[in-house]
T-cell receptor
Framework: AQKITQTQPGMFVQEKEAVTLDCTYD???????LFWYKQPSSGEMIFLIY??????QNATEGRYSLNFQKARKSANLVISASQLGDSAMYFC???????????FGAGTTVTVRA | DTGVSQNPRHKITKRGQNVTFRCDPI?????LYWYRQTLGQGPEFLTY????????KSRLLSDRFSAERPKGSFSTLEIQRTEQGDSAMYLC???????????????FGPGTRLLVL
């Protein structure tokens, strides 16, 4: 079984600044994938970035980057140059190699201030 | 390239009524998932289809819940004798599963918000 912990219920960030969202996980699977999704108020879950447990480099996708520390079992999301449109709920999720379902954390609400 | 679509987007019903939701996945995706999300929480897995076969069901899926994917394309989720505790967002996701890898990305639809009065 996989467990995801997101300890920050809400965060405020100034426009154009960077913000880091914390995610720790627990699993017994030797191989797993970590995902971050964005959920605006409209409700749709939007895929942002993926990190594989055996990937040598931290994942990056545009303004999103993942600070993956395998030994600490953490996969923090960094959003650089925040924009007003980044205001949303952000979820960390994971799945094991032979596990089809995603396990999600409770999410972090990000509010970007002008 | 159309994404995952869900209908209806919103549903208000009275306790004890039956409701049915529809999900149309991305056309070439053979895997389809249903999740439930209550207010302030992350989505929780309900069930999973590979083509038309329902391969896994969560303990959350009580006997009042049934899901189908008759031709391996769209899927329906039915809740019978709804209860107030069924009020939630029901999310559908799909992925192109050819071999199991942890990297396989699930793409979500906009969800159906259910309110049981």
């Amino acid at each position: 079984a996989q467990k995801i912990t997101q300890t920050q219920p809400g965060m405020f960030v100034q426009e154009k600044e960077a913000v880091t969202l914390d995610c720790t996980y627990d699993t017994s699977d030797p191989s797993y994938g970590l995902f971050w999704y964005k959920q605006p108020s409209s409700g749709e879950m939007i895929f942002l970035i993926y990190q594989g447990s055996y990937d040598q480099q931290n994942a990056t996708e545009g303004r999103y980057s993942l600070n993956f520390q395998k030994a600490r079992k953490s996969a923090n999301l960094v959003i650089s140059a925040s924009q007003l449109g980044d205001s949303a709920m952000y979820f960390c999720a994971m799945r094991g190699l032979n596990d089809y379902k995603l396990s999600f954390g409770a999410g972090t609400t990000v509010t970007v201030r002008a | 390239d159309t994404g995952v679509s869900q209908n209806p987007r919103h549903k208000i019903t009275k306790r004890g009524q039956n409701v049915t939701f529809r999900c149309d996945p991305i056309s070439e995706h053979n895997r389809l998932y249903w999740y439930r999300q209550t207010l302030g929480q992350g989505p929780e897995f309900l069930t999973y289809f590979q083509n038309e076969a329902q391969l896994e069901k969560s303990r959350l899926l009580s006997d009042r819940f049934s899901a189908e994917r008759p031709k391996g394309s769209f899927s329906t989720l039915e809740i019978q004798r709804t209860e107030q505790g069924d009020s939630a967002m029901y999310l559908c996701a799909s992925s192109s599963g050819f071999g199991g890898t942890a990297k396989e990305t699930q793409y979500f639809g906009p969800g159906t918000r259910l309110l049981v009065l």
